[in-house]
């Protein structure tokens, strides 16, 4: 057994293009026999955001802490700690931070192959 604790453990900042203040932890490491899946947190700092974007994976999002903006395509909702977001493949897609204080979301990425 391994526990981690959320509150020491600052995350990598993502440095792509189109991100502003967000960084990433890895919540599991990197396995062979998963390769089809990953588990990130992103802390989104107020008014961060990632790129608008899309790529061959599904995320499934819990918003851990704060409110957040999620804009696909031709849509645009804010959504609320404690709320799950789906997004399929292929679907372009940002994610934002509109409040005062920083945002948490759990990420799991299921991959295609």
């Keep these: ?3 981690r604790k959320l509150s020491e453990e600052e ?8 991100y502003a203040g ?4 890895m919540v599991m490491p990197e ?7 990953s588990c990130r947190v992103f802390r ?3 008014k961060g955001h990632t790129s608008m974007h899309s790529h061959e994976r599904e995320h499934v999002v819990l918003v851990m802490k704060g409110v957040c903006k999620i804009e696909c395509e031709a849509e ?3 959504v609320d700690e404690g ?4 997004i399929k493949p292929g679907l372009k897609h940002k994610f934002s ?17």
């Design 11 to 18: 995350g990598e900042k993502i440095a792509e293009e189109g």
């Design 97 to 113: 931070n509109p409040k005062d204080r920083t945002l948490a979301l759990f990420i799991m990425n299921l991959h295609l192959k």
């Design 31 to 37: 396995r062979k026999d998963l390769s089809g899946f």
């Design 22 to 25: 967000v960084k990433s932890l």
């Design 76 to 78: 645009c909702q804010e």
């Design 83 to 86: 709320d799950f977001i789906y």
């Design 1 to 3: 057994m391994e526990v």
């Design 44 to 46: 989104i700092e107020p």
